[in-house]
């Protein structure tokens, strides 16, 4: 909270307005480019929603085991998929091939950016 206050970095409204945007389609999971976004929409959304994060984690092995949020693919049966899309804190070569692989196997029906953050709202095709 003291954070919060003094960082706007962590203020979180950013966050927050992402979560009412994935709230259209709450079946859909969401895939995410970065940890900072996974750990904190999984949060904000409280188990409502499937959170996976589709590129590695770059905390250590031992850490990932015990808060979560190890690597996993879309699964082939997903139709809808809500995708957060940001360039931090990542390795930007596997990044690059994550996203054409998301955008090889779906098509955008809808767009929104939020600040840094690009939110696409996917169809399998």
């Given at each position: 909270?003291a954070i ?9 409204t950013?966050?927050a307005?992402i979560e009412?945007i994935?709230?259209q389609?709450?079946?859909?999971p ?7 976004t ?6 904000y ?7 996976i ?13 015990f808060?979560?949020g190890?690597?996993e ?7 809808k998929l ?10 930007q070569?596997?990044y690059q091939?994550?996203?054409e692989n998301?955008f090889?196997d779906?098509v955008?029906?809808k ?5 840094s ?7 399998r095709r």
């Amino acid at each position: 909270a003291a954070i919060q206050i003094t960082n706007p970095f962590f203020a979180g409204t950013k966050l927050a307005e992402i979560e009412e945007i994935v709230k259209q389609d709450q079946i859909a999971p969401i895939a995410h480019t970065s940890t900072f976004t996974f750990y904190s929409l999984n949060y904000y959304t409280r188990g409502k929603q499937e959170n996976i994060l589709i590129t590695q984690n770059p905390l250590s092995p031992q850490t990932v085991k015990f808060i979560g949020g190890q690597k996993e693919e879309v699964g082939s049966k997903t139709k809808k998929l809500w995708l957060i899309d940001t360039k931090k804190w990542g390795d930007q070569e596997e990044y690059q091939a994550t996203i054409e692989n998301i955008f090889k196997d779906f098509v955008t029906e809808k767009s929104f950016k939020v600040n840094s953050f690009s939110v696409f709202y996917l169809t399998r095709r």
